[in-house]
């Protein structure tokens, strides 16, 4: 064997031969389906704090500003030898547009919809995020949808109109609809910033300083007026259980922000933002079920029928995703200084 010839195939050994993609992609999947059910548990855990005199602007506010308190520590571990990062303006315009726009932005302007239309409607309205992900991708990048992605798309739409059960009594509202496209479009910069990792953030600290952002918007929000804000330490029902308030509220703020957030940060930057958008339909899925098993609100069997196609809906796009398309098997943050690598070459991922 020639000199030229070891140099074009150093594979060390135990190494695959094959770019490991496929496992990727597969692990991005279960992590996506990992934040939907977390993501899931918000509407229940949520309506808990709800019927007890909390307001949806407090809840809300609640639970990002714990999230990003608890991701704080380990945001500030994965940051060591990258502090130089913040001094990147994309830095601050990603987390920015993601804090504002993406956590912020989508919970009150859904709330705003939930106010003029019925939750089914409004729930709707927002799903239609992923649709918006496509058509970003398409103006953008180029990326036109080919038949089987849209015959994808339509069955996700069926499905979740199924799921929602709204085609009985609708209620619209122009202001209302409004709001919930707003909040579409805020679902849809989750899914396109999250997968952008332009910024060099390791994930947890990406998550982290986002949901901050958010949770100080929302809270200047509290203040002006904007969102009503009213708590209560009353106890809650959760499964037919009495449990004190602060249960839900921790709830939200461990379960469904911080490991939703963060999870939904690695799975779209593993996936890329059409395929991961998808796949957090299944957040509609997950939260009928947890209004199931949390308030005793039985899902129908259309309900059903509709989870079903919003799970062909997904496995059509993914079935129609090119090489092109698809991110890198692996992500990485910006190089870090030679001195530190090999001290922290483990921490890349955190």
């Not at 009353?234 to 259980?241: E, N």
């Amino acid at each position: 064997m020639t000199a030229t010839q070891t140099t074009v195939n150093p594979r060390p050994a135990g190494m695959p031969g094959r770019h490991p993609r496929a496992r990727v992609l597969l692990l991005g999947l279960a992590v996506a389906m990992l934040s939907a059910s977390m993501f899931g548990t918000a509407g229940a855990v949520g309506k808990s704090l709800l019927l007890q005199g909390w307001t949806p602007g407090a809840a809300v506010t609640a639970r990002v500003a714990l999230g990003a308190l608890v991701l704080a520590a380990p945001a500030a571990v994965a940051m060591r030898g990258r502090w130089h990062l913040l001094r990147r303006p994309v830095t601050w315009i990603h987390t920015g547009l993601f804090g504002l726009v993406a956590v912020a932005g989508c919970q009150l302007f859904y709330f705003l919809a939930v106010e003029r239309l019925s939750v089914g409607v409004a729930l709707m309205l927002e799903y239609l995020g992923p649709i918006l992900v496509v058509g970003w991708l398409w103006a953008r990048r180029g990326q036109r949808p080919r038949p089987l992605t849209i015959g994808g798309v339509a069955l996700a739409v069926v499905g979740l109109l199924l799921v929602l059960d709204v085609l009985g009594e609708v209620q619209l509202s122009a202001a209302g609809v409004m709001w919930g496209l707003l909040a579409a479009v805020g679902l849809a910069v989750f899914f396109v910033i999250g997968a952008d990792d332009a910024s060099g953030l390791p994930p947890t600290a990406f998550a982290a300083m986002g949901m901050t952002i958010g949770a100080v918007a929302l809270a200047l929000a509290g203040l002006l007026g904007v969102v009503p804000m009213a708590v209560s330490t009353s106890d809650v029902l959760l499964a037919g259980v009495d449990a004190p308030w602060w249960v839900p509220v921790l709830w939200l703020g461990l379960v469904a922000a911080a490991g939703a957030y963060l999870t939904g940060i690695v799975a779209a930057r593993m996936l890329g933002a059409k395929v991961s958008s998808f796949v957090g339909l299944a957040e509609v899925m997950f939260a009928v079920l947890f209004a199931w098993l949390l308030l005793g609100e039985m899902p129908a069997a259309i309900q059903l029928l509709g989870g079903v196609l919003i799970v062909a809906g997904v496995a059509a796009i993914k079935a129609d995703e090119r090489d092109d398309e698809l991110p890198a098997a692996t992500y990485e943050v910006e190089p870090l200084p030679e001195v530190d690598a090999r001290s922290t070459l483990s921490r890349d991922v955190i």
